[in-house]
């Protein structure tokens, strides 16, 4: 959520900056609705101030033995008027409120401008993509003929964009698991295993609600919600807190299931594993200082790229332009890893910096050392990875003639040693 004293000051450089995203959002709504709170608020005030001075009034008549009931009667009718103007306030504060949380985070100067994906800046490529001397197989094709993935009765006990692994594809979705959080928690980052189920507030407080409630599974009658990703529970672990200093640096990672909707989605990518209702994710999230977040967001792109160089999956880095960065994100690198049967790249993961975007919404602060005041920390979060599309892209990148799948040399010990599938 936007600071409302930005919005206050400078509209026009608010908008200017939002429009960068392709969004157009009528901060003069907001305006109004702040310029009547806060009316009201000064008219709460006024009122006080002469309810204050009837008292004293009061006083020194009583003082002197003289009558005070008229004053006292109009002290009385002041009361209830500021009864009445606080329960105004109420609803006023909702509305400014529900306003707030429907505009989006604004970008970080560096962010390039764009329309589209084809306008996002290439930071560079690494591995060279593989040349195959046979018809490579999509990943969903040869999965199937190897027995591990099983999509149509993935349908029958579900329905569409479901998968059920089965065999060796089961051990190398775990392999894969235990990897990447071993990978993490060698990099300072402490293991939770958060629930996969949050309540309305947790939505709101990292963004997804109530913009993205029909991406959202709801679960009722108890009113939770499938969390789409571990950023849900992991940055919400410190929602409404004051966190010493002393304390950030913060870094988790989580393992988790994620479920979306994935409302209007359609074509190729909803084959097979990349795109689904459900599916597993290594998280990574850091709770920063705010003049250490734009550091932390580079050590989290290289947490999550050095996965794929120890995995020798080709790969490359792209910073997003305004027109493709999400709601809440200030800054945003994706990370695409090579994908034969697309003959392009396909996206992986995400790493963002959202500065202090959800801190307001969910009210995390920090205190300073030495200082009186507490400030809003920043947040980030990265995939590291998505375990299916990993599993996608190694199935397709180590495809042998033989039609089988070999297994890179640092998974072979989380493999119990098999070398090929």
């Given amino acids: 959520m936007l600071d409302i004293r930005r919005i206050r000051q400078d509209p026009e450089e608010v908008e200017r900056l939002l429009a960068k995203k392709h969004v157009v959002v009528d ?50 009718i002041v009361g209830e008027q500021i009864k009445q103007l606080e329960a105004s306030l109420a ?21 390039p401008d764009g329309v589209s994906a084809d306008d996002n800046v290439e930071i560079h490529r690494v591995g060279l993509v593989p040349q195959f001397h046979f018809e490579p197989l999509p990943h969903w094709d040869l999965g199937e003929r190897l027995g591990i993935f099983d999509f149509e009765r993935a349908r029958k006990i579900t329905g569409a964009r479901f998968t059920v692994l089965k065999g060796m594809g089961a051990q190398l979705s775990r392999a894969l698991i235990n990897y990447m959080l071993d990978h993490a928690r060698a990099r300072n980052y402490l293991e939770v295993a958060p629930p996969y189920m949050v309540n309305y507030d947790s939505m709101v407080g990292t963004g997804q609600f109530p913009k993205f409630m029909d991406d959202a ?29 002393d304390l950030l640096p913060i870094r988790y990672t989580a393992y988790t299931a994620s479920f979306r909707a994935e409302a209007g989605a359609a074509g190729r990518d909803t084959r097979g594993l990349i795109r689904q209702h459900q599916f597993d994710k290594v998280e990574l999230v850091r709770i920063v200082e705010p003049g250490d977040s734009a550091h932390a967001m580079e050590e989290m792109l290289r947490d999550a790229e050095t996965i794929l160089e120890e995995l020798e999956i080709p790969y490359r880095t792209v910073l997003l332009c305004g027109a493709d960065m999400g709601f809440g994100q200030a800054k945003t690198y994706d990370i695409e890893v090579w994908m034969p049967s697309y003959g392009r790249y396909v996206e992986i993961s995400s790493v963002s910096n959202m500065t202090d975007f959800q801190a307001r919404r ?19 979060n990265g995939s590291a990875l998505a375990v299916g599309r990993t599993m996608a892209a190694l199935v397709e990148n180590y495809q042998t003639m033989s039609g089988h799948v070999r297994i890179p040399d640092v998974l072979k010990s989380y493999m119990s040693g098999v070398e090929e599938i």
């Fill in 362 to 380: 969910a009210e995390i602060r920090y205190r300073p050392k030495g200082a009186k005041k507490t400030e809003l920390v920043h947040t980030l």
């Fill in 91 to 111: 609803p006023l504060d909702e509305e400014l409120r529900l306003f707030l949380l429907t505009v989006p985070n604004t970008p970080l100067p560096e962010v």
């Fill in 27 to 76: 901060l003069n709504q907001v305006n109004i609705l702040d310029q009547r709170r806060r009316d009201v608020l000064g008219e709460i005030e006024r009122f006080k101030a002469e309810r204050n001075k009837s008292s004293e009034l009061v006083a020194a008549k009583k003082k002197r033995g003289e009558d005070a009931t008229e004053i006292i009667e109009k002290t009385r």
């Fill in 217 to 245: 599974f709801g679960v009722t009658p108890h009113n939770y919600f499938l969390i789409p990703t571990a950023e849900v529970p992991l940055t919400n672990l410190h929602r409404g807190e004051i966190l010493s200093a």
